[in-house]
Every structure is written in C-alpha cells, then in structure tokens.
C-alpha cells in the first residue's frame, strides 16, 4: 500500500507533538505538515501547486481557533478543488450530535481524541480503511 499523505489541523502543541511521534513509525502515513486552525489550514492548500500534492487526508480538531471543524468541513466540501479529500473530525468528546452533524456536511467520521499510542494506531487504522 502506498503511503497516504496526511495534513492535520491541531492547536494544541501537546497534541501535535503526539500525532508526529505517533504518526513517525508507520510507512503508510506521511505528514505533510501541522497547521493550527482552519485558516491556515486553507493556506497550506492553497499554496499547494498542483492536485496530485494535496493531501490524501485532512484529520482535524473540532474546537480549533479561528475556524472550527464544522465550519471547515463546509469550505472544503464547497470548493471544487477540495471536496474530494476525506475529511475525519476528532474532538475531546465526540457526541452523537457532533457525528451525525459533521457527518452531514461531509466529515468521513468523527472520533473521540485518543489518549495512548495504541488509541492514536487505532484511530489512523480506521481512518485509513475509510479512506482506502
């Protein structure tokens, strides 16, 4: 399987410096970059030249400064350029409301915020089953 490119949304320093030692050891995972928030998120894409250096991925924190989930979710499904890369939301409580709303506007899945490096494989297996 080739390795799928990944750009992570993350304000927390703590929680992005969890996702690079997490993410480090797999070969099927690799992490174009960390930006931390919504805006900057819509940056780092648009400084992307050509389509096929985009990210296979988008993993983002719902409650991002700026810009949350949600509302980044709805940006990236309305443009053209990016409605095709799978959106997955994690949030430090992911209720059913969050899901079924995130779900809704686009979102792959919603998922609780791991707590250990086993929870963070867990997470990035499921998401890459989901986004093939």
Known sequence: MASKKVLLAEDDLDDQILFRDFLQHRTDITLMSIVENGVELFETLEEIPSPEELPDNIIHYQNMPKRNGRQTIELLKESNRYAQIPVVVYSTYADQK???????????????????????????????????
């Not at 709303?101 to 989901?130: H, R, W």
């Open 98 to 132: 969050l899901i079924d709303n995130c779900c809704k506007i686009g979102a792959c899945t919603v998922v609780s915020k791991p707590i250990s490096k086993e929870g963070y494989d867990k997470m990035i297996d499921g998401f890459l089953q989901i986004i093939g």
